[in-house]
Structures are given as C-alpha cells and as structure tokens.
C-alpha cells in the first residue's frame, strides 16, 4: 500500500488522531519541502561565494600597521582642576584619538591633500581592557603607507594632548598672576604705609593686614611653582608601526569558504520564507494537517505509451477515455488497497455510504476512481450501486459509452438489491431512470445510477427518491459510491453529506490550497458529515483544458436522438466494461 498517516480505522477522527509525525518526522519532512526550492539555496550559496570571493579580492591588497601608545594622566582636567594620580578616562581619550582636531593634524605631519574625514576612515582606535593603552590601527594600500599613517596618528594625538596640557597650565598661570596683581600693589602700599609711620608707630591692624596681603602672595607664588614645574608630557610610544609582511584579513580561501557557509544559510533561510508562506500542498504530510484524515492512498502516474504521427495521436485521444475508467496493473491494486482500507474502516462499516469528490475543477480523476472503487467493493462480493450525483455536466455515461443502449425501467438483473428494481413514487426524472448493471470482468458486476441534467438540482438531490435510494445501502452487503461535483465549486456534495455521511476527497496536492482542504473539512464537519480520508493523484484537477491529465467533459447526450443499438464493450488492454443483458 501507499497510504499515509494515520489508520483510516478507528471510526470518529478527532484533531490529535490525525497527527502522524513526531518531532523528528516531522523535521526531515520539512527539510524535504526545503530542498523543494533548491533554486533559492543555489542563489544563496552563488550569492555568498560571490560577497566571499569579493571581500577576499578587496583585502588581498589592503596592509593594516599597528602603534600602541600608554596614556599618562596629566595633572589639570578640562575644567581646570587638579586630577587624582591615575585617574583618566579611557573613553574621552579614546573619542579625542578619533577626531578631527587629530586628523588634521596627522594630515599634516603625512604631507598630504586627503580631507581629514577620508583619511580618519581607515583608522581603528582601541583601548585594551584594564590598561591606559590607546592601540592605532591603519589599513591602507601599501605596508609602508599603513604604517607611516599609523605613526602619525599617534604622534598627532600625543602633540594635541601635550599642546593641551600645556595651554591649561599656562592658562592658570595667567589666571593666579592676575590674582597676585593686585595683591601686590596692597602689600607695597601697606609697607609704605609702614615705614612712614614707622615700626613704633605702626598701628597693629596695619601689620596683620600686610602679613596676610604677604601670605597670599606668597601661596600664590606657590601655585604657580607648582604649575610649572608640573610634567605635562602626554604618554609615550610603546609600540611603533612596522610595515606589515602580509595582507590584512583572513585570505581568499577562508573568505570564500565563509561566504559559501553564510549563502547555504541565506538560501535555507529563504527556502524557509518561501516554504511558510506557500499556500499550495507539497506532501502527504499536508494533506493529513489539513484535513485532520489520513492518506487513504496515492495513485501512480499513468504511463504515457502510444506511436508517433498525426494518425496516431487522434487515434490515442478517441480511445483516451475509455482507457482512464478500469484500471489495471499498479493503478488497480492501488484501487483494491483503498477499497480494503475503507472496508475496514469502522466509520465506513456502519454505513457502508461514501461520496467521492474533487475539491475544485473537473472530476475526471474523481469519476475514474468512483468506477474502480465500485469495480474493487463489486470484486469483495459486495452489491455496489455507483450513484452518478453531477447533473450539472454528467459525462459518466458518455464515457462508458453505453447510455443508448439502455432502455429505463425494468429490474437490471435477477437477484439485484432493492435500488435497481423498477422506480417507483409516480416520479419522473433523476434518480427514478435507469439502472445500469456494469459488468467489470473478473472483478464483478456493480449497478449505476446515472446522472443526467435537470433544471432544478438542488431539489433533485433533496428529493425523497434520492433518500429512499441512499438509504438501501443499509441493506447487508451493500456499499453505495456517490460521485458528486467538485466541493468548493457547487453545493450538491454538501447537500448529500447528511445522508452519505462518509467524503473522500480525490485531488492533486499540486494543484490544491492548505485552506481549500481545511475548509473542506469544515463543511463536511458542519454538515454532520466524516472526511475519511485523501486519494493523491497526479492528473491535474482538470479544470483547464489542455493540461496534463485533464480532458474536456462531453457534453451530455442527446436525450431527443432516436435511440442506436450498438456494441457496449469497451477494452482497455484486456480489461473490459459492459452493460450486461437484461
């Protein structure tokens, strides 16, 4: 068997039942989606061996030079107070290395026309962790330019310090010798003052006030020794620049390696974007999260045999019909899997009722499948009764290529169950026509009811014939196959939910939406039906002309034709279908 996920027995399906995977399941399925988009992982790895490549050309000629310098702190702040022994900061030292005042100086000493700006561009500032060491980075085009630049930064940020340093101590040396100004003139009065009266007569206000005028020029005097004699030398260089032997960066290779990883990680990361945000359903893993049903199975893809030429092909498209109704080989021992799926099945086995429909476009698929289904239940000994539920375009009839040649009324064959004796209810119309016994070769006869149009369908599907016809299903051994139109497209399945019970959807995970199967699962849910489960094929949903897999509906049969007796046989390589004798 193909079948995915979750045991199709167990009768109600609850959310929790129908999640197969586990976690690591669940991560290698959706590794496998990934490596869907193989075309987004292409590009990013293109994407980083290219930046790789590129950043590894760019730092094959750029030389960096290195100069290190210790930072003394000096013995007056900005503001002009003394500073504690040891006490700088790294930050501010490391912002006034790195500005422009520097730069134009360093611009200077190098001789050059370059802006300050530009050429603070390849410079790296930083400060080692726990020290006063300020390390000078240049990455330039040549090692002997790398290095000169190197050197001149740090040389033009010691000049600018001490040129600081030495304005604020000048600068407060001015300020105490305005202090002592005037202070001096007051100490020559007062000692003039003195000697005229002389020592004697000196009143004593007159000496305190010249030995305090004495004093504060003397601490004056002081300060600015002290000023003096303070050393305002910035830091000094412990490390010079060198030209540098190699090329600054990790080399061509490791970039190119790099960037490779970087691109494989860039593309799994769009792979994933992509993945999230695409509607459409890439596995069979999907189809159970949406449905909350398992896999009942996955049809395999039809050979496609057949000669060349124009005659050829016309002759392969005439007989295209009959050949996708009975399968045969691996395409019917997938059709017998699903049957004994469903046999055993507990929510199926109560009422023996299933309807069988497309989520949207045409129901070729949908149509073959019902045929071989009713075909596999009729091979297990059961009375099967195929109801053909699409009165909008019915082409099962044409198809099978039997409908002239039926004639209504009468019981279809002897010992048949209750739906294929005569109609009765005084009605007209579908489903009170005929009932056509199919004869399906070795795997057994099943009755069809076919569909034909009617003005009012809704009416038609509701009607109490249709009830009293779906309800003989309850008859021991009897299994009824619904085939209705797509789900999402008309109401008609809907209208039978609530007394076929049991969906199965036929569709191509290709061509449907994550939200078409979930919405699917919900009007089955509110119209009191089960979905029981995903028939997967690959065909296409048929909806457009000339895709693979898919083939016009033809038009229905003219009911006003006089009617033809002809051969009811159809063969499709040793398996045939036809209408038995009455």
Same mark, same amino acid.
């Given at each position: 068997m193909s079948g995915h996920g979750a045991p199709a027995a167990g009768g109600e399906r609850d959310p929790g039942a129908a999640q197969p995977y586990d976690e690591p399941d669940l991560l290698r399925d959706q590794f496998r989606q990934l490596l869907r988009y193989r075309w987004l992982i292409v590009l990013g790895v293109a994407l980083g061996l290219l930046g790789g490549g590129w950043l590894g050309i760019r730092g094959a000629d750029s030389y960096t030079a290195t100069t290190e310098i210790s930072v003394r702190p000096l013995p007056i702040d900005s503001s002009g107070e003394k500073t504690a022994p040891g006490e700088t900061s790294m930050g501010s030292e490391r912002r006034t290395a790195l500005s422009s005042v520097v730069a *134009?100086?360093?611009?200077?000493?190098?001789?050059?026309?370059?802006?300050?700006?530009?050429? =603070?561009?390849?410079?790296?500032?930083?400060?080692?962790?726990?020290?006063?060491?300020?390390?000078?980075?240049?990455? @330039?085009?040549?090692?002997?330019?790398? @290095?000169?630049?190197?050197?001149?930064?740090?040389?033009?940020?010691?000049d600018n310090r001490?040129?600081? =340093?030495?304005?604020?101590?000048?600068?407060?040396?001015?300020?105490?010798?305005?202090?002592?100004?005037?202070?001096?003139?007051? #100490?020559? +009065?007062? =000692?003039?003052?003195?000697?005229?009266?002389?020592?004697?007569?000196?009143?004593?206000?007159?000496?305190?006030?010249?030995?305090?005028?004495?004093?504060?020029?003397a601490e004056i005097n002081g300060s600015i020794s002290d000023l003096r004699a303070e050393d305002t030398t910035p830091g000094r260089v412990v490390t010079e620049a060198t030209p540098p032997g190699a090329p600054a960066g990790p080399g061509l290779p490791l970039m190119v390696g790099l960037g490779a990883a970087v691109g494989i990680g860039l593309g799994l990361l769009a792979a994933w974007v992509r993945l999230v945000f695409d509607p459409a359903v890439r596995t069979p893993g999907d189809v159970v999260r949406a449905l909350h049903a398992p896999v009942l199975g996955t049809l395999p893809r039809r050979g496609r045999g057949g000669g060349h030429g124009p005659g050829k092909q016309k002759g392969a498209a005439r007989r295209g019909r009959s050949r996708s109704l009975l399968a045969d080989g691996r395409l019917a021992e997938e059709y017998r899997s699903v049957a004994f799926r469903l046999?055993?099945?507990?929510?199926?086995?109560?009422? +023996?009722?299933?309807?069988?429909?497309?989520? #949207?476009?045409?129901?070729?698929?949908?149509? !073959?499948?019902?045929?071989?289904?009713? !075909?596999?239940?009729?091979?297990?000994?059961?009375?099967?009764?195929?109801?053909?539920?699409?009165?909008?375009? %019915?082409?099962?009839? *044409? +198809?099978?290529?039997?409908?002239?040649?039926?004639?209504?009324?009468?019981?279809?064959?002897?010992?048949?169950?209750?739906?294929?004796?005569?109609?009765?209810?005084?009605?007209?119309?579908? %489903?009170?026509?005929?009932?056509?016994?199919?004869? @399906?070769?070795?795997?057994?006869?099943?009755?069809?009811? %076919?569909?034909?149009?009617?003005?009012?369908?809704?009416? =038609?599907?509701?009607?109490?014939?249709?009830?009293?016809?779906?309800?003989?299903?309850?008859?021991?051994?009897?299994?009824?196959?619904?085939?209705?139109?797509?789900?999402?497209?008309?109401?008609?399945?809907?209208?039978?939910?609530? #007394?076929?019970?049991?969906?199965?959807?036929?569709?191509?995970?290709? *061509?449907?939406? +994550?939200?078409?199967? @979930?919405?699917? #699962?919900?009007?089955?849910?509110?119209?009191?039906?089960?979905?029981?489960?995903?028939?997967?094929?690959?065909?296409?949903?048929?909806?457009e002309p000339g895709r693979r897999g898919t083939t016009r509906p033809p038009a229905p049969p003219d009911r006003g034709a006089p009617v033809r007796q002809r051969g009811a046989e159809l063969v499709r390589e040793g398996v045939g279908l036809r209408v038995m004798d009455r």
């Open positions: *134009e100086r360093a611009a200077r000493k190098l001789h050059t026309d370059t802006g300050p700006q530009r050429l =603070a561009a390849d410079l790296q500032v930083t400060n080692p962790p726990e020290t006063r060491m300020l390390r000078f980075a240049y990455t @330039a085009r040549s090692p002997g330019a790398a @290095a000169r630049s190197a050197n001149a930064f740090a040389a033009a940020y010691l001490e040129k600081d =340093a030495t304005t604020r101590v000048a600068s407060m040396v001015e300020s105490y010798e305005k202090q002592r100004a005037p202070l001096t003139k007051e #100490r020559d +009065r007062l =000692a003039e003052e003195i000697a005229s009266s002389g020592k004697e007569g000196a009143l004593d206000g007159t000496l305190s006030a010249h030995s305090s005028v004495v004093n504060r020029i046999a055993y099945d507990e929510t199926f086995a109560r009422r +023996r009722r299933v309807l069988v429909v497309p989520p #949207r476009g045409g129901i070729d698929t949908a149509l !073959a499948a019902s045929v071989n289904l009713s !075909a596999s239940f009729a091979e297990m000994g059961k009375e099967v009764l195929l109801l053909e539920a699409d009165l909008r375009t %019915p082409s099962l009839t *044409e +198809r099978l290529r039997q409908a002239d040649g039926v004639q209504p009324g009468g019981i279809s064959r002897p010992g048949a169950p209750g739906w294929a004796r005569a109609p009765g209810h005084g009605t007209i119309g579908w %489903p009170t026509g005929p009932r056509v016994p199919i004869d @399906a070769g070795e795997s057994g006869v099943f009755d069809l009811v %076919p569909g034909h149009r009617v003005s009012k369908v809704p009416r =038609a599907l509701t009607s109490s014939a249709v009830t009293q016809l779906i309800g003989h299903a309850d008859e021991r051994d009897s299994v009824l196959i619904v085939l209705a139109p797509a789900v999402l497209s008309y109401a008609d399945a809907i209208a039978l939910i609530d #007394r076929v019970d049991c969906v199965l959807i036929v569709c191509d995970p290709r *061509e449907v939406r +994550r939200d078409d199967l @979930a919405r699917i #699962r919900e009007l089955v849910a509110g119209a009191g039906g089960c979905v029981l489960g995903a028939l997967l094929h690959s065909e296409g949903t048929g909806s």
